[in-house]
């Protein structure tokens, strides 16, 4: 995404809020700032599967 896309949504605190609800063992966790940029592009266009929506994402550049 520009720099114009990001400022629409505005979510650089997020990770810093979620911060204590991540655990630092194991394997890596999902960015929950890329999550909830995913759920909202799977929001705007009405894409309900969450399999559907990651494939989406995989294959169109425009979303990244």
């Known amino acids: 995404m520009?720099?114009?896309h990001?400022?629409?949504v505005d979510l650089s605190d997020i990770r810093?809020?979620?911060r204590p609800?991540?655990?630092e063992m194991g394997r890596p966790s999902i960015?929950?700032?890329l999550?909830?940029?995913i759920?909202?592009?799977g929001y705007c266009f009405g894409i309900r599967s969450e399999r559907r929506l990651c494939?989406?994402?995989h294959l169109n550049l425009a979303y990244r």
Do not use: N, Q, T
Request: proline fraction near 4%.
């Open 2 to 4: 520009g720099a114009r």
């Open 6 to 8: 990001r400022s629409l």
């Open 16 to 18: 810093a809020h979620l």
């Open 21 to 23: 609800f991540y655990s």
């Open 31 to 33: 960015d929950p700032e």
């Open 35 to 37: 999550m909830i940029r």
């Open 39 to 41: 759920l909202l592009i």
């Open 55 to 57: 494939e989406e994402v």
